[in-house]
């Protein structure tokens, strides 16, 4: 059968047998295939797109590297070819609000367009039918502004036409029924004569479609905490994905206002209250059914209630070390510290560096119906059947150390203890560890020897850490490189450089290539995607105990753990470096240098 060539001279909607023929002449399939589709096509097959039909074949390029024809693939590729601009929607980088405003959703779906940017002399729209172009001659001269056509693929554009429209008429009419002023709790009242300041319902159902819709959302971006926050005129929505913050949507106040307040009430919190900080928790499902649980937390700004929801995946719990980031070496020193009868074993690092994840982990693991596992935080960051939580509870004077001691009422084998804070709470984990159970808490230290000197400072007496303390890991959270984009490149004198400085202490072998950060639509441009851990593990010795007094010197310590193998934070990294799994740049700005206490 023969390709019928496209008459591209004409208007007409983008054609199955052009787009074959187009992928003929570039050799990315053969005709056998594109034949056997087209034979397959004949007769009405609905409105399913040429591109779309072409990618549920799931063929692989002819042309090196062979890679997979997927929709987006497709989309860039005939981009290029008929020498157009190829754009890959990222709702991140959308104002909602400004481009529904360039056109009707009637008129956007009329002509299969979405616009994406909206700037002062031009507007940019996605389409995925690049031969009709009338509908450019009517919007020019309706918006006084110069158009300019991207190609999307059409999957994109259909599902971005309903999310966009819908939620920006949500907002649009949560608006109109609300105030436009500030909340009541803002620092800066302003009263404007005239103006119902009437508060609107949070379970409104367009209140309800703007948080259905936030979740999803960010379910989907991968996003491990989302920031609700007022600001004086406007209100801000920001994901923090591996890491990094991203604003996604700016909202009106009174919007703003009504979610946090639609939130609250889904999270058992107190809503009339804005004055005191509260936490609550909130358990839903992604689209897929997996359950996801957020932990909430409300802050009172200058100019209203700050919310921030923690998403916390039941997944974590059972990955295993290899996929949080230990090697070998690190893994057996960390089973030898936990798998102890008794003792003491510490998770140091900053907030957010995976601390309760490696805990969590660890538990599940230790959990078998043998033993009792019980743990202590301050909240709950996840619920767990197979262990028994209590929650602190400070209007009770319910604390870190009134909870171990009611838990070592309870028969325990294992305690987890959110936070040793205090002497008091530090005392009660040594009197556990001391009667025979294994305690596993964290602190806020840089680095693992400098857990030793913490406790030291806190009054902790030298004869007790060195009968009770197993070990101590440090860790970081370090940004992975995108398996899809990641290139390797020949270490430059400038890296050299900086690795020399960072490693060179420890004898690390520098690599003849490390690898760069690219950026593709797997990862959203970013280069990086997903996070793994940097771990320092110090596990207890005599040579360490002989050394442990009310006058420890930390170097010593340090010099004398690196001597029985204990690896630095920054080590660690440039292990990971030189085998291509994150860039050098990363682990100097996540993990601190070993000289630092």
Not at 280 to 293: A, L, N, S, V
Not at 431 to 438: I, M, P
Request: aromatic fraction near 6%.
């Amino acid at each position: 059968m023969t390709i019928p060539a496209a008459e591209v001279e004409k208007e007409h909607r983008l054609g199955l047998s052009e787009v074959l023929r187009l992928m003929l002449a570039d050799g990315l399939i053969d005709r056998a295939v594109a034949d056997k589709l087209l034979s397959d096509r004949q007769g009405p097959r609905g409105e399913i797109h040429p591109l779309a039909a072409i990618a549920s074949q799931k063929w692989k390029s002819l042309k090196p590297p062979h890679k997979l024809l997927h929709l987006d693939a497709l989309t860039e590729w005939l981009a290029g070819k008929l020498g157009l601009e190829y754009l890959h929607i990222d709702p991140l980088k959308i104002d909602f609000a400004a481009v529904t405003r360039v056109m009707s959703n009637a008129y956007a779906t009329r002509h299969r367009v979405l616009p994406v940017e909206a700037l002062a002399n031009e507007v940019v729209v996605a389409t995925a039918e690049p031969f009709i172009q009338s509908w450019i001659s009517e919007l020019e001269p309706a918006l006084h502004k110069k158009v300019r056509r991207v190609l999307a693929s059409p999957e994109q554009i259909e599902r971005f036409q309903v999310e966009f429209y819908n939620l920006a008429r949500s907002i649009k009419k949560a608006e109109q029924n609300g105030s436009s002023t500030s909340a009541l709790s803002s620092f800066e009242q302003l009263v404007e004569l005239g103006r119902a300041n009437r508060q609107f319902d949070a379970n409104e159902q367009h209140i309800v479609h703007i948080v259905d819709w936030l979740w999803q959302y960010a379910f989907e971006q991968r996003a491990s905490d989302i920031h609700v926050e007022p600001r004086r005129e406007i209100g801000i929505v920001r994901f923090r994905i591996d890491g990094v913050l991203h604003q996604v949507y700016q909202l009106p106040m009174a919007v703003l206002s009504a979610m946090t307040s639609r939130i609250k009430l889904l999270g058992r919190m107190d809503v009339i209250e804005k004055r005191r900080p509260q936490d609550g928790r909130i358990k839903t499902r992604t689209p897929q059914g997996t359950e996801i649980e957020l932990r909430l937390s409300t802050l009172p700004t200058a100019f209203g209630e700050k919310l921030v929801m923690r998403i916390f995946d039941p997944e974590v719990l059972v990955r295993n070390f290899e996929e949080l980031g230990f090697s070998d070496e690190d893994k057996a020193r960390w089973n030898t510290m936990t798998s102890q009868s008794n003792g003491i074993v510490l998770v140091t690092g900053p907030t957010g560096s995976g601390k309760t994840t490696t805990l969590y982990s660890t538990l599940k693991q230790l959990a078998t119906p043998e033993v009792n596992v019980c743990t202590i935080e301050d909240p709950i960051e996840m619920v767990e059947s197979a262990f028994n939580q209590m929650q602190i509870q400070g209007s009770i004077d319910l604390s870190f150390a009134d909870g171990v001691r009611a838990l070592l009422r309870q028969d325990p084998d294992i305690i987890m203890i959110g936070e040793i804070r205090d002497l008091e709470t530090a005392e009660m984990a040594i009197q556990a560890a001391l009667t025979g159970h294994l305690v596993l808490s964290t602190l806020h230290t840089n680095d693992a020897p400098s857990a030793i000197t913490r406790l030291l400072d806190l009054g902790v007496a030298p004869y007790l850490i060195n009968a009770t303390l197993l070990g101590v890991m440090a860790q970081r959270l370090a940004r992975t490189l995108c398996p899809h984009c990641r290139q390797p490149i020949p270490l430059d004198d400038e890296t050299a450089k900086i690795w020399d400085a960072t490693v060179a202490p420890f004898q690390a072998k520098r690599p003849a290539t490390v690898h760069k950060a690219v950026g593709c639509l797997e990862c959203r441009l970013t280069g990086y995607s997903g996070r793994m851990g940097l771990y320092e593990v110090l596990q207890m010795s005599p040579g360490l105990r002989s050394l442990i007094h009310r006058d420890a010197d930390i170097a010593e310590i340090r010099a004398q753990a690196c001597r029985e193998g204990m690896k630095p934070l920054r080590i660690s990294g440039a292990i990971k470096v030189a085998s291509g799994l994150t860039t050098l740049e990363e682990v100097v700005k996540v993990a601190p240098p070993a000289s630092e206490g």
